[in-house]
């Protein structure tokens, strides 16, 4: 912890609070009796609750019996998916692409996008969630949402090679047109859909618009074993090796599942001159029956696993608190090792590792001066978080995302005291509960794509 005076008033001082902190060597720690001070944005101090006592501040907090987090990242959703929340259920993967949500998606207005993407931001702020990755359609839709919710996100407009050149060319323009919107809570990405969607010259394009506008990839590859097996019959390499031939991990990349990453993808994922990471997202993969991402071959390489939950569809909440929970639980069984992960490990991924993932290492992901100040408080005194011999088991393994009493964004509270201060929800769900038998509608055969990965 520091103290460093500043000029001027604080816009904001959490006091009182338990604050999660890295080290130098990031391992997690907590601060008890802390306070957190914030400037333009921008956490200017993280001091003790003494010594911020008597500081001149424009809005105090007291968050005693509370845990102060960095805001949770979600490093890879479909926000706007909400809509087909459950629509899909105990498929396997294939007919759940082919049979529902790509009939479905060919309904899809910018309106039912707007819908979905600001009661998905809802969700987010009330679990605790300050930024999202997002790969979707209509992205300048979502891209407004997220500037009214007070989010930060990072947003990719997805395409497929079906769509010929026009699909790739739209995600490069939104993402110079929309880059550091919002007051630079908006980051972009290219958002090519898969290597068994988008073909090996679309792919190699991507990765030269990525290294000529500086542009971080964001695409799902090697989603599951099955997937990659099935790469390897028909082509005679993985989708991780596809993405080392047409160039992509060679500029910044992230990795949408990974499931299925083999031991030989350790070469191509070694020989990277990018910066590669994964997203996670483990309650979808228990539904699809596929097994976990290889967290500990990734670590080895060097290589942040972020927390995610996919899009609602597939995994039914946008909750990255059961995400971390999860990502622990499975590590251990998959690995037949109690030891890993451990919950401040878990936290890690949640935190820092996160960051990292989504492009954004250097910003958010932790509580320090410098870093905006993106901070959820959490609630401690509930009887399922007490006692308290272990905080960071506490968190992981106790504590809900309904323990979430306040969100803050570029230290502008998005929910106090639970209370939602920048969506309707109400207003929301009853224009999508209108315009549901439309959007739902099958009987027209139509899809957006085939799946036959």
Not at 68 to 87: D, E, K, W
Not at 103 to 128: Q, T
Request: aromatic content about 4%; glycine content about 8%; charged content about 20%.
């Amino acid at each position: 912890m520091t103290q460093r005076p500043a000029p001027g008033p604080a816009d904001l001082v959490i006091t009182g609070c338990t604050a999660l902190v890295h080290d130098p060597a990031e391992r997690v720690g907590f601060a008890d009796d802390a306070a957190i001070v914030v400037r333009d944005g921008v956490i200017t101090d993280v001091t003790t609750a003494a010594a911020a006592a008597d500081l001149d501040a424009a809005e105090r907090l007291d968050a005693r019996g509370q845990a102060a987090l960095p805001g949770l990242i979600n490093c890879h959703t479909h926000a706007p998916m909400v809509t087909l929340r459950g629509i899909a259920e105990d498929l396997p993967v294939e007919e759940w692409f082919n049979d529902y949500v790509w009939p479905i998606e060919s309904n899809l207005e910018a309106r039912d996008v707007e819908l979905g993407a600001r009661l998905a931001c809802a969700e987010l702020i009330r679990g605790g969630v300050t930024t999202f990755a997002d790969h979707y359609f209509a992205m300048d839709t979502v891209a407004d949402v997220v500037a009214e919710t007070g989010l930060r996100a990072l947003l990719g407009q997805a395409y497929f090679s079906s769509q010929g050149p026009e699909g790739r060319e739209a995600s490069l323009d939104f993402a110079l047109r929309r880059a550091g919107a919002a007051d630079g809570r908006v980051t972009t990405c290219l958002a090519p859909h898969a290597p068994y969607t988008v073909d090996d010259a679309d792919l190699a394009a991507t990765a030269g618009l990525a290294r000529d506008h500086g542009l971080l990839v964001h695409l799902h590859a090697a989603e599951s074993r099955a997937q990659s097996m099935h790469s390897i019959a028909r082509h005679g390499v993985t989708p991780i090796e596809v993405l080392r031939r047409t160039g992509l991990l060679d500029v910044d990349v992230l990795i949408a599942h990974g499931t299925g990453i083999l031991d030989r993808d350790t070469a191509a994922l070694h020989a990277a001159t990018g910066r590669v990471a994964v997203a996670s997202a483990p309650r979808g993969y228990l539904k699809f029956a596929w097994g976990p991402t290889p967290v500990r071959l990734l670590a080895d390489l060097g290589i942040p696993v972020g927390l995610a939950t996919d899009g609602a569809a597939s995994n039914n909440s946008l909750d990255v608190w059961e995400s971390m929970a999860l990502t622990a639980l499975v590590q251990k069984s998959a690995t037949g090792d109690p030891r890993r992960l451990t919950s401040r490990q878990a936290l890690h991924h949640a935190t820092l590792q996160s960051a990292r993932a989504v492009g954004l290492g250097e910003r958010i992901g932790s509580l320090a001066p410098g870093r905006r100040a993106d901070i959820v408080l959490v609630d401690l005194t509930g009887p399922h978080t007490q006692p308290v011999h272990d905080l960071a088991a506490t968190l992981v393994h106790s504590a809900r995302s309904g323990d979430v009493r306040t969100t803050i964004v570029d230290g502008r509270v998005l929910m106090r005291d639970r209370e939602l201060l920048t969506v309707d929800v109400p207003a929301v769900t009853r224009e999508l509960a209108e315009r549901l038998p439309a959007l739902v509608e099958r009987g027209h055969g139509k899809r957006i794509q085939d799946y036959d990965a």
